[in-house]
């Protein structure tokens, strides 16, 4: 990197306050959530200096709910304003930014005439009364993402709504929504898509990504490709199941379920026994929200007692019909045929038992996506066990 | 006259579109039309009730934790379910935790832009923003540091999401000082909305869209680590509300008390109420159920009387059904504000529109005396320089105050119940959950920070058969009804001035004073 880049850059930082020890600190944390070593920090920071102007980005709201968004605001590593004011020029943002109306959509025009932007999606893309069922500047919302996505450098999808059209395009999908891939394969626009699903996003995946893709140059030469699988998602968030990371893992070894309902739920639940029981999808649901958790690593869904409802589920392909609602709903009911390779199917209750003190590994999930009964395409469940009545006490 | 459209809207939750008829600097006439339908009450039918606890959640990720309470308790409604006395005080603990994160938000992050310009901060004597702060009594941050990185930011010359704003606007009143100290704890409430939602996190699995309020009760287990994490987060996020973000809402007020006389709108108030007591009633509830129709009287609201009308919005349903028998059928056909022009249905109660939110609830809760309210807006009428004035609320600062007002009041509460649910566990009471099952019909009735929000909901063999849900954002984007009357917003817009009909900032206001 040229000389006067690095000396630019660190005059950039240090107007705005930020000293080379922050910012070494901070690439730090970025090297942390993407998985590497923190002996990394230094190449990251090398790869930020590169530009010591701030990349351009749009961030566009679909059939939203605003949780992307609101998420996005949870994010302390870097902080919101280290985003929004060091690392990205968020020229379109409808959240946050200050310009409305007019003065917001000449934001967008502007920015795209200069082209190489980052595209950022948020919500399902709304197919439903020819495209009308989302409004943007007075006509269908479609119609500005194919404007906005034809010159965009990439696409980052925010959110299983934007991926696959999430819950929106639950059964019966009566707004017709789909993903942004789909989308824009299907309008023949070529660009890369980069796939981020869960409901919200989760915001250390955006930044990991935000610096993956655009200060280490893996855009450019090809190499962030490689990184994703062949749904779009970078492999190293969605490359291994919750089940796989869960901290309540060990209790699902040794056969102990919290049993929902029961008079010990509470004493289970208290001692962080398995939700396997409950319904937990986490054997199917490949995120690494276990490691990263939520809320500035707060807590995550099972921490807080609930069974993961397998939101990061998703199928860009599909266009709408592999949505994580339809594959995961009932919530509360258990997967069926939760088994051990080579070892059959297993009741959970007596795993522990099959599998003694081995590690398992490899637990899988079959069977999923047949049809279940009636409208709704659901996950295949079991009814109640033998081994719940005894817990229960012998009744229900 | 002059036609002025505002479309997108910024800095709300969702799709909005506003138009004005300005004639000599004052709107005349308004339309406003929500752009975006999705069909949740359809996705939810023949889905099991906690399925519809989660998902609806998914309306808006700003109030989740509401429309999931609406939700549990419109199906624990219908099934005949009352939960445990412990799962109702973390219920009210999240929820608070949901309005501290949803209004300090609002206030700093998406509407404040409207009343602070950021570039005239740039200007600011650094003594004389110190000297401003102590005489408001807000809190000081390192105000030279956060000007010279304000600085250059601007002189970079990308401005990200400052650009393009209505910064040297005419209606834009605050001195630079002001400005200053604006900015700093702009940047500050980013935290102090994190650490409300952290808060959530901890009861709740995560957020937005929360994990625990389970028909039945809850399936979080306060601990007392996690009890500890919650009441130093508390703490934390109360004590600068206390110390900034009130005295900021003050100072700012008194640059601009013009904004007293307008923005009234339709001068009808109806709040389901929230937080629940121990006997359940909604009339006894913190900050109870009540409406004001055409002056500060209070009545107690009927759900019966609520009657939607589809006129002017794009659906092919039944025209003025109550939301129990409700339907959604979308049909688009085009655009037109003398026929149909919103995916937002209009809602009245008795045939009247109905403002909901924050000044709403905060006037119901006033009229009925709760103390803590009446203490609040009495000292802050005499703070403003009028005293035993109520009526001056009725206007778009009034709306703007109330909800920095109830945030104060809601996290003063909520201290009662950490300490409230410490003695319930002292007490031995180990019930969180209940474990049972009915099926009929029934109404979540409650409040999303943005205001009234109603999910109906029917079970039939433990599916849901029905769903229904009459949003904040409903009654109060609500487009004209079959009698040609305005929504809330409407109404609320016509009067104002208008200094720029190219930048209509104060138009703007007025949307955001809604929260939509």
Sequence with gaps: ?396 | MARVEIDPVTRIEGHLRVEVEVDNGVVKDAWVSGGLYRGMETVLLGRAPADAFYVSQRICGVCPISHGHASTMGSEAAMGIKIPNNARIIRNLIEGAEALHSHILWFYTLTALDYVDVVSALSANIADTYALAAAAGTSTADFGAIQKRLKGFVEGGQLSIFTNGYWGHPAMKLPPELNLIAVAHYLEALEMQAEAAAMIAIMGGKFPHFMTSLPGGTVWIPTEEKLDDLYFRWQKVRNWIANAMIPDTIAIAKQYLDATTYGKGVGNYLAWGVYDTADFDPKKRVMPRGALVGGLTLSDPKPEAIKEYIDHAWYDSGDGLNPSVGETKAKFDAYSTDAKYSWVKAPRLDDKPMEVGPLSRMLVSYVAGVPGVVSLIDSTLAALGVPGKPEVLLSLLGRVGARNLETMFVADEMGKWIGELIEAIKSGDSKYFTDQTGEGEGAGLWEAPRGALGHWVGVKGGKISSYQVVTPSTWNMSPRDKNGVRGPLEEALVGTPIADATKPLEALRIVHSFDP
């Excluded at chain 1, 600190?25 to 923190?38: F, H, I, P, Q, R």
């Excluded at chain 1, 059964?171 to 660009?191: E, M, R």
């Excluded at chain 1, 090809?222 to 062949?230: A, E, F, Q, V, Y």
């Excluded at chain 1, 807080?304 to 860009?316: E, K, L």
């Design chain 1, 1 to 396: 990197m040229a000389q006067e880049a690095r000396g630019e850059f660190t005059g950039l930082l240090a107007a705005r306050g930020v000293s080379r020890r922050d910012f070494l600190k901070y690439c730090g944390s970025v090297a942390a959530m993407l998985g590497m070593s923190e002996m990394y920090a230094p190449q990251i920071a090398a790869a930020v200096e590169k530009g010591a102007t701030l990349q351009p980005a749009l961030w566009m709201a679909h059939g939203l709910c605003t949780g992307c968004t609101e998420s996005m605001a949870q994010v302390d590593s870097p902080d919101v304003p280290t985003v929004v004011l060091d690392l990205l020029s968020v020229n379109y943002w409808e959240t946050v930014m200050a310009a409305a109306g007019k003065q917001a959509e000449e934001n967008i025009k502007a920015t795209v005439d200069k082209g190489g932007y980052v595209l950022i999606v948020e919500g399902s893309v709304m197919l439903g009364e020819n495209g009308n069922v989302l409004r943007i500047g007075g006509r269908p919302g479609i119609d500005e993402l194919k404007e906005v996505a034809a010159k965009a450098a990439a696409v980052i999808a925010v959110g299983s709504c934007a991926v696959d059209g999430g819950w929106v395009a639950g059964a019966p999908n009566i707004a017709n929504a789909t993903g942004v891939s789909k989308f824009l394969k299907d309008s023949g626009i070529n660009v890369p898509v980069i796939n981020l699903p869960t409901c919200p996003v989760n915001p250390e995946w955006v930044v990991a990504m935000l610096v993956d893709v655009l200060l280490m140059g893996e855009l450019a030469d090809g190499s962030i490709l490689k990184k994703l699988d062949s749904e779009g998602r970078p492999k190293l968030i969605f490359g291994s199941t919750i089940h796989d990371n869960c901290p309540r893992r060990g209790h699902f070894e040794n056969g102990e379920f919290v049993v929902f309902g029961s008079a010990d739920h509470a004493a289970q639940e208290a001692a962080g026994w398995c939700l396997y029981q409950m319904g937990c999808k986490g054997p199917q649901t490949k995120t690494n929200c276990p490691l990263v958790r939520w809320n500035r690593r707060t807590s995550w869904c099972v921490e807080g007692g609930s069974p993961c409802i397998g939101c990061g589920t998703a199928d860009p392909a599909k266009g709408g019909s592999g949505n994580w609602f339809d594959a995961s709903a009932p919530f509360l009911s258990r997967l069926a045929d939760v088994r051990l390779p080579g070892v059959g199917g297993v009741q959970p209750a007596t795993i522990g038992a099959v599998v003694g003190g081995v590690a398992a590994v490899g637990l899988v999930a079959h069977g999923l996506g047949s049809a279940a009964k009636g409208r709704i395409k659901g996950v295949p469940t079991e009814t109640e066990k033998v081994s719940d009545l005894k817990q229960k006490g012998g009744d229900k």
